[in-house]
């Protein structure tokens, strides 16, 4: 069974602030991970994927398989940060897009 | 490009009745997953259709069924409905099967009484 576990439900920072979002998952295969934001009154939207290794908007995120974890993390936050994260993972390769969810953390980034 | 769409945005119905709901999908996408999401279970995945056949499908009961139409349309339908079955519904659609970005809906949020 996979599964993901974003330990806090909720993460607090001031403006200029580290920020880094915990994402654990459990997979015995190898997995495709994702974070998905939704900002305020918008839709659930792909910020980043493992494969991609791309930073958006500030934000990496680094697949470590020897500690199963997938974390966020951006240097310095800002005000528009303030969003619920979820992270994801799908693993089945070439069989599908079916997304297991983390639950979630809400980020406020205080001014 | 306009998103994924999907109607209608609010339903309350009461125990026992059906509901259909209906997704349409980003012009060119084939594959589109339908989510149930809720303050004590979060983001459950239902089941994802790529050119009209159901690929995968989550841990829900028969009650919970969907159908894919040759223009990429989908539809859920929930059967005898239950007070918990109230939640937001979200669909979203992806280019291909490859594990690929998935682009969401603003959902619909379902009401049973």
């Known amino acids: 069974a996979q599964r993901v576990t974003q330990p806090e439900k909720l993460l607090s920072v001031f403006k200029g602030a580290p920020v880094e979002l915990k994402c654990n998952y459990s997979?015995?295969?190898?997995?495709?991970l994702f974070w998905y934001v939704q900002y305020s009154r918008q839709r659930l939207q792909l910020l980043l994927r493992h494969i991609s290794r791309e930073s958006i908007k500030g934000f990496t995120a680094d697949l470590n398989k020897g500690e199963t974890s997938f974390h966020l993390k951006k240097p310095f936050a800002q005000e528009e940060d303030s969003a619920m994260y979820y992270c994801?993972?799908?693993?089945?390769?070439?069989?599908?897009?079916?997304?297991?969810f983390g639950g979630g953390t809400r980020l406020m980034v205080k001014p | 490009k306009a998103g994924v769409t999907q109607t209608p945005r609010y339903l309350i119905k009461t125990r026992g009745q059906q509901v259909t709901l209906s997704c349409s999908p980003i012009s060119g996408h084939r594959s589109v997953s339908w989510y149930q999401q809720t303050p004590g279970q979060g983001l459950q995945f239902l089941f994802e259709y790529f050119s009209e056949t159901q690929r995968n499908k989550g841990n829900f009961p028969g009650r919970f069924s969907g159908r894919q139409f040759s223009n990429s349309r989908s539809e859920m339908n929930v059967s005898t409905l239950e007070l918990g079955d109230s939640a937001l519904y979200l669909c979203?659609?992806?280019?291909?099967?490859?594990?690929?970005?998935?682009?969401f809906g603003q959902g619909t949020r379902l009401t049973v009484v």
């Open positions: 994801a993972l799908s693993g089945l390769r070439n069989a599908g897009n079916m997304l297991t």
């Open positions: 979203a659609s992806s280019f291909t099967v490859m594990n690929t970005e998935a682009f």
């Open positions: 997979y015995s295969g190898s997995p495709e």
